[in-house]
Protein backbone atom coordinates (compact mmCIF):
# COMPACT_ATOMS: atom_id res chain seq x y z
CA UNK A 1 0.00 0.00 0.00
CA UNK A 2 1.65 3.58 -1.32
CA UNK A 3 3.16 5.84 2.25
CA UNK A 4 0.45 8.22 1.43
CA UNK A 5 -2.66 5.97 1.90
CA UNK A 6 -1.32 4.81 4.90
CA UNK A 7 -0.77 8.15 6.26
CA UNK A 8 -4.19 8.84 5.11
CA UNK A 9 -5.69 6.01 7.05
CA UNK A 10 -3.69 6.73 10.61
CA UNK A 11 -4.90 10.46 10.21
CA UNK A 12 -8.27 9.44 9.94
CA UNK A 13 -8.26 6.69 12.40
CA UNK A 14 -6.82 9.39 15.28
CA UNK A 15 -9.02 11.95 14.07
CA UNK A 16 -12.11 9.09 14.82
CA UNK A 17 -10.50 8.07 17.99
CA UNK A 18 -10.65 11.98 18.96
CA UNK A 19 -14.06 12.37 18.42
CA UNK A 20 -14.93 9.69 20.81
CA UNK A 21 -14.97 11.27 23.71
CA UNK A 22 -15.41 8.72 26.69
CA UNK A 23 -14.95 10.05 30.04
CA UNK A 24 -13.45 7.72 32.74
CA UNK A 25 -15.41 6.11 35.81
CA UNK A 26 -14.16 4.83 38.81
CA UNK A 27 -10.71 2.59 37.45
CA UNK A 28 -12.02 2.07 33.94
CA UNK A 29 -9.77 4.49 31.88
CA UNK A 30 -11.29 6.71 28.82
CA UNK A 31 -10.49 9.06 25.83
CA UNK A 32 -11.25 12.30 25.39
CA UNK A 33 -12.84 14.04 28.55
CA UNK A 34 -16.37 15.98 26.91
CA UNK A 35 -18.08 19.31 28.68
CA UNK A 36 -17.47 23.34 28.70
CA UNK A 37 -13.70 24.42 28.38
CA UNK A 38 -13.34 26.83 31.10
CA UNK A 39 -11.00 29.44 29.39
CA UNK A 40 -10.16 31.79 33.03
CA UNK A 41 -7.20 31.35 35.01
CA UNK A 42 -8.20 29.79 38.53
CA UNK A 43 -6.83 31.90 41.36
CA UNK A 44 -8.79 29.64 44.11
CA UNK A 45 -9.07 25.47 43.63
CA UNK A 46 -11.28 25.12 47.19
CA UNK A 47 -14.05 24.64 45.07
CA UNK A 48 -12.27 20.84 44.97
CA UNK A 49 -12.74 20.05 48.30
CA UNK A 50 -16.37 18.35 47.90
CA UNK A 51 -14.89 16.82 44.88
CA UNK A 52 -13.68 12.85 45.61
CA UNK A 53 -12.50 12.60 42.18
CA UNK A 54 -11.38 14.88 39.13
CA UNK A 55 -10.76 13.49 35.65
CA UNK A 56 -7.19 13.96 34.30
CA UNK A 57 -6.87 13.20 30.40
CA UNK A 58 -3.23 12.98 29.16
CA UNK A 59 -2.31 12.42 25.47
CA UNK A 60 -0.35 8.61 24.60
CA UNK A 61 2.90 8.55 23.02
CA UNK A 62 0.48 7.50 19.55
CA UNK A 63 -1.74 10.72 19.85
CA UNK A 64 -4.99 9.34 21.54
CA UNK A 65 -5.99 11.01 24.49
CA UNK A 66 -6.61 9.06 27.65
CA UNK A 67 -8.47 9.95 30.51
CA UNK A 68 -8.57 8.62 33.94
CA UNK A 69 -9.90 9.20 37.52
CA UNK A 70 -7.58 11.27 40.26
CA UNK A 71 -8.12 12.29 43.88
CA UNK A 72 -7.11 15.50 44.57
CA UNK A 73 -6.25 18.17 47.45
CA UNK A 74 -5.70 22.06 47.92
CA UNK A 75 -2.65 23.27 49.84
CA UNK A 76 -3.01 26.80 50.38
CA UNK A 77 -3.47 28.37 47.38
CA UNK A 78 -1.68 25.31 45.14
CA UNK A 79 -4.26 22.16 43.45
CA UNK A 80 -2.42 19.11 43.98
CA UNK A 81 -3.35 15.62 42.21
CA UNK A 82 -1.52 12.07 43.04
CA UNK A 83 -0.94 8.50 41.82
CA UNK A 84 -0.43 5.33 43.89
CA UNK A 85 1.56 2.62 41.88
CA UNK A 86 2.54 5.78 39.94
CA UNK A 87 5.88 3.93 38.35
CA UNK A 88 2.73 1.45 36.81
CA UNK A 89 0.18 4.18 35.42
CA UNK A 90 0.14 5.10 31.70
CA UNK A 91 -1.21 8.39 32.41
CA UNK A 92 1.63 9.62 34.47
CA UNK A 93 3.76 8.03 31.77
CA UNK A 94 2.46 10.57 29.70
CA UNK A 95 2.85 13.36 31.52
CA UNK A 96 6.19 12.73 31.91
CA UNK A 97 6.39 12.84 28.14
CA UNK A 98 4.02 15.74 27.46
CA UNK A 99 2.96 17.55 31.11
CA UNK A 100 -0.15 20.00 29.17
CA UNK A 101 -3.07 17.82 30.43
CA UNK A 102 -6.96 18.71 31.01
CA UNK A 103 -8.44 18.28 33.96
CA UNK A 104 -12.47 17.60 34.62
CA UNK A 105 -13.76 19.20 37.56
CA UNK A 106 -17.14 19.92 38.53
CA UNK A 107 -18.58 19.40 34.32
CA UNK A 108 -15.63 21.98 33.43
CA UNK A 109 -12.94 21.24 31.66
CA UNK A 110 -9.35 23.01 32.40
CA UNK A 111 -6.56 23.19 29.93
CA UNK A 112 -3.60 22.90 32.25
CA UNK A 113 -0.03 21.84 33.21
CA UNK A 114 0.93 19.26 35.80
CA UNK A 115 4.34 19.53 37.34
CA UNK A 116 5.99 17.18 39.38
CA UNK A 117 6.34 17.53 43.52
CA UNK A 118 9.25 16.00 44.83
CA UNK A 119 10.00 18.68 47.96
CA UNK A 120 9.51 16.20 51.16
CA UNK A 121 7.87 19.06 53.01
CA UNK A 122 5.53 20.06 50.08
CA UNK A 123 5.05 15.91 50.20
CA UNK A 124 4.28 15.71 53.69
CA UNK A 125 2.05 18.68 53.29
CA UNK A 126 0.14 17.31 50.32
CA UNK A 127 -0.11 13.95 52.19
CA UNK A 128 -1.80 15.37 55.65
CA UNK A 129 -4.28 17.35 52.95
CA UNK A 130 -5.10 14.23 51.82
CA UNK A 131 -5.50 12.52 55.10
CA UNK A 132 -7.69 15.76 55.98
CA UNK A 133 -9.80 15.47 53.24
CA UNK A 134 -10.57 11.70 52.72
CA UNK A 135 -10.66 10.93 56.43
CA UNK A 136 -8.20 8.33 56.39
CA UNK A 137 -5.52 7.36 59.05
CA UNK A 138 -1.95 8.63 57.87
CA UNK A 139 -0.94 4.93 59.16
CA UNK A 140 -4.03 3.25 58.29
CA UNK A 141 -3.03 -0.10 55.77
CA UNK A 142 0.18 0.20 55.66
CA UNK A 143 0.51 -3.14 54.17
CA UNK A 144 -1.41 -2.25 51.41
CA UNK A 145 0.53 0.30 50.52
CA UNK A 146 4.24 -1.32 51.43
CA UNK A 147 6.69 -0.94 48.11
CA UNK A 148 3.78 1.11 46.71
CA UNK A 149 5.41 3.94 44.90
CA UNK A 150 3.30 7.64 44.90
CA UNK A 151 3.40 10.44 42.36
CA UNK A 152 2.71 14.00 43.18
CA UNK A 153 1.75 16.88 40.75
CA UNK A 154 1.36 20.77 41.35
CA UNK A 155 -1.14 21.83 39.16
CA UNK A 156 0.00 25.21 37.16
CA UNK A 157 -0.99 27.24 34.45
CA UNK A 158 0.20 26.48 30.91
CA UNK A 159 3.12 28.64 29.17
Excluded at 71 to 88: I, N, R
Aim: glycine share 6%; aromatic share 12%.
Amino acid sequence: MPRIVCSMICAMLIALMSACAIDPKDERPGLGLTGEVYQHAIEDWSFTEDSDEIFIETVTSYWIPHSVTAWCVTVGDELYVSADDADKKSWVANVARESNVRLKIKGKIYELKLVPVTDPTTIEAIDSGFVRKYEYEEEEDDEFYEGMTFGYWRVVARD
